[in-house]
């Protein structure tokens, strides 16, 4: 499923920030985000668009007011610009952390009827409709153009029978703490790279039963000047192919492992390790069609010889230690081996129904957001 970037919502309460006369805090119905508004923008019950971190927006008239600080390029080496728009990140304004984009519902006029109703009701995605896009994927998709090092060229689409891997964050399932007191997670470090998908399914293509994938694409072996791409380098030095054709022989069941591609050249290399990994963090039994269990997927990974994302805890009853989304994300701040800011944790569940979930430190979003500006 397609993040939401964009959806319509209600606003939940309003509350001013101390020591100012023109900034609130907004929340929203249903959502764990906090988004610092103009003090006489939003009341409880209005209705309005949010756009949460990572959105890019089309560089239109009624987004002018971000363009000082929001607005991106994406350009050639030699600044041929390729795209522009509007970047959502996290800030922090008068000492509070807000997350994302809230704007009065007025402003967006494709939302009604003719007959000037409002076309749309609250939690609807109108992502699409109003033309937003992820940031990561816009700078994925240009990355060949832009010279970047770790790049490939598309052999297709992702494969329909795999899950794509991004992770819902836990302030868009704030019904959790409620609903899922019982659960007990697998708490693991979130690594800072590149998705990486790698399958075997002779049963869906029997021609080319293994695929290399990036976060939406099928990705070619080979770059138009004959050089392996980097998730293929991974694919060669883990022998990938051949452990997946073996365990379907043994066992009968396709795989899709998913893991994370890190090291040089990949967001910034926070480590400074010297080689790149591909470290494991999911696998989905594309034969039974559901994903393998976090205990049972570290079994696989150390059966094959694949490095496993690594382990905060196991059996953690998570929403009985934690009460609201603020006590989580706390959590999710920490520091990775080698003493740099984790990006936050990944939370799945130990046994069915499988639901998983990220909780992003908001001081890593920070010190990022401070690098870009």
């Not at 380098?233 to 998913?258: C, P, S, T």
Request: charged share 30%; glycine share 8%.
């Amino acid at each position: 499923m397609a993040r939401k970037l964009a959806s319509v919502v209600e606003i939940e309460s309003v509350e001013p920030i101390p020591d100012t006369e023109r900034l609130s805090v907004a929340t929203m119905h249903g959502k764990g985000w906090k988004v610092v508004v103009g003090r006489e923008d939003f009341r409880p019950g209005d209705w309005a668009v949010y756009f949460e971190i990572d959105s890019y927006l089309p560089d239109e008239e009624r987004y002018a007011f971000l363009r000082e600080r929001c607005l991106r390029k994406f350009c050639t080496k030699g600044g041929e610009v390729l795209k522009k728009g509007l970047r959502i990140k996290t800030m922090k304004l008068r000492g509070v952390i807000s997350q994302g984009l809230l704007m009065p519902f007025r402003y967006f006029t494709e939302l009604y009827t003719s007959d000037g109703l409002r076309a749309v009701n609250e939690g609807d995605d109108v992502t699409e409709r109003l033309g937003v896009e992820h940031f990561d994927e816009v700078k994925a998709a240009l990355s060949p153009a832009m010279g970047n090092p770790i790049s490939a060229e598309a052999a297709g689409s992702f494969p329909s029978y795999v899950p794509k891997t991004d992770e819902e964050r836990i302030q868009n399932l704030v019904e959790y703490f409620t609903t899922m007191k019982d659960r007990t997670f697998e708490v693991t470090v979130k690594a800072d790279g590149s998705s990486v998908t790698m399958l075997y399914a002779p049963n869906e293509d029997s021609e080319a039963p293994f695929k290399v994938c990036s976060r939406n694409l099928n990705l070619k072996p080979e770059k138009s000047d004959g050089t392996k791409p980097l998730p293929w380098q991974m694919a060669f030095k883990y022998d990938v192919e051949n452990k997946l054709r073996k365990y379907w022989e043994d066992h009968g069941i396709e795989l899709a492992v998913q893991g994370e591609l890190i090291g040089p050249g990949i967001q910034s290399n926070r480590d400074m390790l010297t080689e790149h990994e591909w470290r494991v963090f999911k696998i989905w039994d594309i034969t039974n069609q559901r994903y393998l269990l976090p205990g049972i997927t570290k079994k696989v990974c150390d059966g094959m010889g694949l490095k496993y994302v690594t382990v905060i805890a196991s059996g953690v009853p998570v929403f009985q230690r934690f009460k609201n989304v603020d006590e989580l994300l706390l959590f999710a701040e920490g520091k990775t081996d080698r003493g740099n800011e984790r990006e936050g944790l990944v939370f799945k569940t130990m046994d069915e129904p499988y639901r998983t979930f990220k909780a992003v430190s908001n001081r890593y979003l920070l010190k990022q957001a401070a690098k870009e500006d």
